[in-house]
């Protein structure tokens, strides 16, 4: 009898579950195609590292061991899993013939059960003692989140009391080794008690494990379905860089996403992942600041829009109840679905003002334990935003006007990009004979700020002065160098942004440019990992790892002892981006007399200075500024000196240690200007205040 009822459960609750499987899958399909399903192995290790091995969460590590417990614990409690069920479907089945496997099975499963446990008490502590921020959510949030915690509890309590009560019960195998078990032993040993007992949670165990399974779909915690294909299907890029759209396909009228069916079917599969862990919002440098930014409910907010829109769009109907004033239940569902169909992603479930606030500083795509992509989505939505609303801040016109007449961001005239030559000897490409070009060792890419803004401009006079003294051959683009795209194509306008990398590629083409070196770390991302998708390739090099493989090859050399201490704020596009936190500091390490001290929140882990992503032409009106909040951290650490090695970073340094620190006790310098004083001797390069 036992066997019939558990064999209809058993059957109605798979079903259950296939169904949920292949409406998800329905509702995956309203985005749009993408290719995740190549370079099987990459993927594989993917899942192996971050999935199966939680390394994203060892980041935090008291908060990921206790998660790695719950999922660890999960993963050798499916063999239970697997067991109740082969129990339940057949009279006398079990996995005992496994012999001395089923040994080491059950062992683990009794040790897992008891972590899985203490995750479970742990985490109603964070979430109800001790009230952790990122985990704070509405009330249904918290409910749900109740429950599931409470259903695991469940599990892992009722197996553990259904495997202690099989000996009394005459239920136990011959290869079963359970340590808890064997404690709990002497209080179900009589039969009388053991039979109903071990009956009892048996039931209970497989139960809430089918239930369980067939809440998740509807639950905030899908994630436990989807987290590992996700991570499976993640990117496999280990750069930043952004999709380019092809404007010459052929029917191609949308550009960017302005709802869920412009994402991609990864796109959503990622709202359906988000597991409300909050650690993207919680490095934020615009939420953390009191801005509407929540890059948490960015993904949230598309996952609702899918789970409202997808099943109209699939034809399944909305569910409804028939309510007051609808002549049928047939009305209200009409009337419901036209409210859904008339809402918009943008603005009902994103506010617009939000996504003009990141940095796109990428700290929430590095912290997400399950490999969410928020800064691409961004983008997307930007880019619907620019190219398709024409909806923007009012502030980014003139940038995007002086882009596209003067190849800069800034009201400066395109014939005055080299005018920072006169007086140092640097030479254009055109000025170079054929041989010269030849022999160059590097072409020095300045950018925008590094030819037109007045103090980035020491910066590149001293980064051109040092690579003289250590005899590189290096020659400019001057007047035909041009925005490299990056400002524009981060604020949305790909039109534009691809019209000035067409150019730069054609010229850069044109000289056989096989190497670049660069000190703006935008420049730098865009020409090494984007500009290959418009045919140009080549080797691009930042200016601090070039000065400091200068320094190794002993061409230059730092004499001259600086007595200060000093503080480096990292770059995110040269950090995050690109992986690069050592070579600025081993330059700092080559001054002697040097101090060198950390901010709390540096390398991986450093907190944006607020002008990336195009937030440099926009006005930051909400909240406190993101360079203020930065500033204050450098100066804590009491250092002398803010190094930087970006042309953004020292603009939003220099102002935020101004306005805390009016008097000019300290001061922000580029690391190049530091290098070059070390190798020149104190004096040679003008300190600004
Ligand atoms: S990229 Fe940075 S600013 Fe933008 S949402 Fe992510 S953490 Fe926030
Ligand atoms: S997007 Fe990632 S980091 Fe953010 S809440 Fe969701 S799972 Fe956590």
Known sequence: MKHILFWVIFLAASAGILWNLRRLISYLQVGKKENRFD??????????????????????????????AIFWGFLVLLAAVIESVIEGLIPGGNLNWLGPVY??????????????????????????VTKVKRLQGDNEEKKDATLILALIGTIVTSLLITNAARFGAGEEY???????????????ENPSVAIPVFEAMWWLHILTILGFMNYLPYSKH??????????????????????????????LEKFGVSDIEDFTWKQLLDGMTCTHCGRCTSVCPANSTGKVLDPKQIIIQTHHRTMDKAPLMVGEKAPATLGEGAATNADLIESQNSDILSKTLIGDYIPTEALWQCTTCMACVQECPVMIEHVPAIVDLRRSLVMMQAEFPAEIQPAFNNIENN???????????????????????????????????????????????DRYKKVTKAFAELMDIAG???????????????????????YLAQSLIQMNAETLNAYNVKKIVTSC????????????????????????AFIDNL??????????????????????????????????????????????????????????????????????????????ERSEEALATGASVVATACPFCMTMMNDGVKSKDPEGHVVVRDVAEMVLEAVKGRGAEPVEA
């Not at 330059?587 to 937030?615: H, T, W, Y």
């Open 174 to 188: 011959s290869w079963a080794v359970r340590p808890i078990g064997m404690l709990l032993h002497p209080l179900l």
């Open 521 to 544: 770390p935008h420049c730098f991302n865009t020409l090494l990992n984007e500009y290959g998708d418009f045919g140009a390739k080549f080797e691009v090099v930042h200016h601090t």
């Open 222 to 251: 899908l994630h436990v379905m989807t987290s590992i294909p996700n991570v499976y299907f993640g990117t496999l890029s280990t750069v930043n860089k952004l999709e380019k759209i092809d404007f010459e396909e052929e029917g």
């Open 407 to 453: 190849f800069t961001p800034w009201a400066f005239s395109a014939s005055e990009r080299a005018d920072w030559t006169e007086g140092t000897g640097v030479k254009t490409m055109e000025e170079a004979t054929e041989e010269e070009r030849d022999n160059l060792d590097v072409l020095f890419w300045v950018g925008c700020a590094g030819s037109y803004d």
């Open 551 to 628: 320094l190794k090859e002993g061409r230059l050399k730092t004499l001259t002892p600086m007595q200060e201490k000093v503080t480096y704020h990292d770059s995110c596009y040269l950090g995050r981006y690109n992986n690069q936190y050592e070579a600025p500091r081993a330059m700092l390490e080559n001054i002697p007399g040097l101090e060198i001290v950390e901010m709390d929140r540096n390398k991986s882990r450093g907190f944006c200075c607020g002008a990336g992503g195009g937030q440099m032409f926009m006005e930051e009106t909400e909240g406190k500024r993101v360079n203020i």
């Open 39 to 68: 370079h099987i192995g990459e993927r594989v290790k993917n899942v192996l590292v971050v999935a199966i091995g939680q390394s994203k969460l060892m980041r935090e590590p008291i908060a990921g061991a206790i998660h790695a």
């Open 103 to 128: 040994s080491v099975l059950t062992i683990s499963q009794d040790v897992f059960c008891v972590l899985v446990l203490t995750g479970v008490v742990w985490a109603f502590w964070r979430r109800y």
């Open 472 to 494: 590189v051959r290096f020659r400019i683009l001057g007047t035909e160098e041009k925005c490299t795209g990056d400002p524009a194509r981060r604020m949305g306008n790909e």
